[in-house]
């Protein structure tokens, strides 16, 4: 008999975060060795609870949440969405403008599933959140990568966003605070990039989910505040900064120009409606997680968990020759460079593999966030600081006995 295959949609696309080397994570485990897991930003099983507030409010309002809402999500949820705008200054959002998604992951999806034709383009970020390659692949386009320079702290390299522009280019991808370089970025490159949107006629998806976690003296400046006559579609959620991943709830606003973009809202509508609506129990934390204590704060100054673990796992990179790390101002991870006259690396992920089979430790290889070469590799600083200093020292080990 025919073997069943999967759909030829499914060619170019990707997510190797949770990739074959989870897999033999996975395998390990059932044999029972223990992983220590650098992979993957899941906040709560290192022992960051959510704020109990949310929790009871969910807990109380769990009767109200057996029926379905409208497509777009919770009206109170909503509201306190644009109530939030109405903070950070985006101008001009309204209830209609704001979809509730399980994650902002599913509404990625549709937002690229609503836009695209067979062979647009969409600029993305190398590195990048690997599901806006795997979401723009999916739904029929094409990614385009555009560098972050790491000489410039990991700021978006404009020229060479301009060289990738066609007139396929439906879109450019802004992912701020930055996943998985941890680059927060200024006034002055937002305003390019919107500059560069709007006389490319350019939509602008804006990833902020870690628009809350900032650490030293950075500014997060939302994309929706600055790109006002430029449609401007955001991302936000509750997974990062209010420790909240297992609930999968997230939401989209959208900004700007939308009085050229009817049909694209009308696609959104649409497909929001083929899927009813999000999560409804998750929908009732949106509320309390944004007009409440914003607990958050507490762990990214000095002396609070997530700031002095980044620390923490920078002084120990700092120690192993050869290895350098741009030193995040946002977000929970290090993305750290590897001098390869220095290791002989050909293959990122064997590199990866081999690390976990022989020190029981997870990491995700660059080439995983679409980054070109096989010598970077990203670290989720979300343990303890001695299980992140011990885990970085035995890759330092690791890497001055090997060679491919
Ligand atoms: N965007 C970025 C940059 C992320 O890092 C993540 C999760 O790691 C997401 C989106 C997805 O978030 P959610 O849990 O809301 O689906």
Not at 21 to 44: D, M, Q, S, T, W
Not at 207 to 212: A, F, Q
Not at 288 to 302: C, D, H, K, M, R
Not at 370 to 389: A, C, G, K
Request: proline share 5%.
């Amino acid at each position: 008999m025919n073997p069943i295959k999967k759909s030829d949609k499914l060619n170019g696309v990707c997510y190797d975060i949770r990739g074959p080397v989870l897999e033999h994570a996975y395998r390990l485990e059932e044999e029972g060795h223990r992983i220590l897991k650098l992979n993957i930003g899941n906040p709560a099983p290192f022992g960051f609870a959510a704020p109990d507030e949310i929790i009871q409010d969910v807990i109380y309002n769990l009767p109200n949440a057996e029926g379905y809402t409208a497509s777009k999500g919770l009206f109170a949820a909503r509201k306190a969405i644009m109530q939030e705008c109405q903070r950070i200054q985006v101008p001009g959002v309204d209830i209609e403008d704001i979809f509730l998604g399980n994650g902002a992951s599913e509404l990625i999806v549709m937002a690229m599933q609503a836009l695209l034709n067979n062979g647009d383009e969409i600029l993305v970020p190398a590195p990048d959140y690997p599901l806006w390659t795997a979401a723009v692949n999916l739904a029929g386009g094409k990614a385009r990568h555009y560098l972050c320079d790491e000489q410039s702290d990991w700021f978006p390299d404009l020229a060479d966003i301009e060289s990738k522009i066609t007139d396929k280019t439906r879109g450019i991808v802004v992912i701020n605070p930055n996943n998985p370089t941890g680059s927060v970025y200024s006034q002055d490159l937002l305003e390019s990039l919107v500059e560069l949107a709007r006389r490319h006629n350019l939509i602008i998806f804006a990833d902020e989910i870690y628009s809350k976690i900032l650490y030293d003296d950075a500014e997060f400046i939302p994309m929706g505040k600055l790109a006002q006559d430029v449609l401007c579609v955001t991302f936000n959620g509750l997974s990062k900064a209010y420790r909240l991943a297992g609930f999968r709830s997230g939401w989209m606003v959208i900004s700007g120009a939308k009085h050229r973009a009817r049909s694209y809202i009308e696609g959104l509508e649409m497909l929001a409606s083929m899927r009813l609506c999000a999560n409804v129990p998750a929908m009732y934390a949106v509320q309390t997680a944004l007009g409440g204590y914003q607990s958050i704060n507490e762990l990214i100054v000095p002396g609070g968990r997530l700031r002095d673990q980044r620390d923490a796992a920078l002084k120990a990179l700092a120690d192993i020759p050869g290895v350098s790390c741009v030193k995040p101002r946002g977000a929970m991870y290090l993305f750290p460079k590897i001098d390869l006259n220095r290791y002989k690396i050909k293959d990122d992920q064997q590199m990866v593999l081999d690390f976990l089979i022989q020190e029981k430790v997870l990491l995700v290889q660059g080439t995983a966030f679409n980054w070109p070469n096989s010598d970077h590799f990203r670290i989720v600083f979300l343990p303890r600081e001695d299980d992140l200093t011990k885990a970085i020292n035995r890759f330092g080990d690791f890497l001055s006995r090997y060679s491919q």
